[in-house]
């Protein structure tokens, strides 16, 4: 299990060049298997435009308690990239004025950052429909001074999205790392207590499942009745929807694709996978991603690989809603995860 970020270690793949030319090259620029641009020109989608803004989504710094093996992040405690309380204040100006009806707070683990609670109290006040902050339920355990995050999630009705790989202990450490699956039991639990969780509550609580391995993930429906039957039986725990997403090969779980040999593979499993009905509904159609230092990207997977909005507005600072909505999304090889067998996005499937 890896303890330092990619970029601690002076992996090139902490570059998004190199990530992009991978993703770019070998079996896509020899013909043997197709562009996502190609893909979805076949469809009329090409370029791909956005719909409506829905979702305005945060990342407050890549630093994260945990150094999970597929992080598209590439997240670490040694990572110090992490969002000031000036680009917050700009943040908050947008919240206050925006179309979206929901705000995505995501890291790293964004309860790191200093002014985590700070910008939570202030951006509740703006009223927004839907408030989640992605929390990968270790931190609430992580430390003292995290203790009480269950209860400041509950004052502010934030909706919690944590990730879960499993409900057995050995899949969900090998993949996040030792003792993850005790703590984060401890955590639901604790969450639940306050009554996030429960059938008739409004304190939404959700995880989320990725696949531990070269593979997709199975039918989200079926996993959720799973994940519901083994949590409830073994630890008492409930939760409201489970979001399976596919991995998408960049950052950290593209390293471990090819480390594994798996990487062309993969990259044949999403093709071969293709839902042209997903394309209609990927999350860069309805969502605005901002980063740590206040750039803008059509999704969070765009950001690290520094593939910034194609648009003449391109900073938090200068934000406007209507100019930005009238751009071309970024795609490349990457998107067909977000494609593959019924779709995938920060919310789970798509199609
Ligand atoms: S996947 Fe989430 S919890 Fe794991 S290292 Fe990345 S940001 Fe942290
Ligand atoms: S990776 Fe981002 S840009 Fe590509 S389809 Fe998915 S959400 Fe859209």
Redesign the pocket.
Known sequence: MATKSLKATGNELAQNNRQLEILNGGIFADGELPYFKDKIDQIGQFPLRPKKLEILQINVGYM?????E??H?D??PDRKEIMTRETMQQCLEVIKNTGAHTLDLT???PEMNPDFRWFVEEAAKAGIKDFIVRS?LTIIRANKKYHDLPDFFKKHNVHVIS?MPHWTRGKTDKQ?GDGVFDKSIKALQELNERGYGMPDSDLRLDLVYNPSGAYLPGDQAAMEKDFKKALKEDFGIQFHNLFAITNLPIARFLDYLIASENYEDYMYALVEAYNPVAVTNVMCRNTISVSWDGWLYDCDFNQMLDLKVASKIKHIKDYNEDILNDRNIIISQHCYGCTAGAGSSCQGTVA
């Open positions: 994260c308690n945990q150094v999970c597929h992080c992040v997240a670490g890291g790293g683990a990968n990730s996040r």
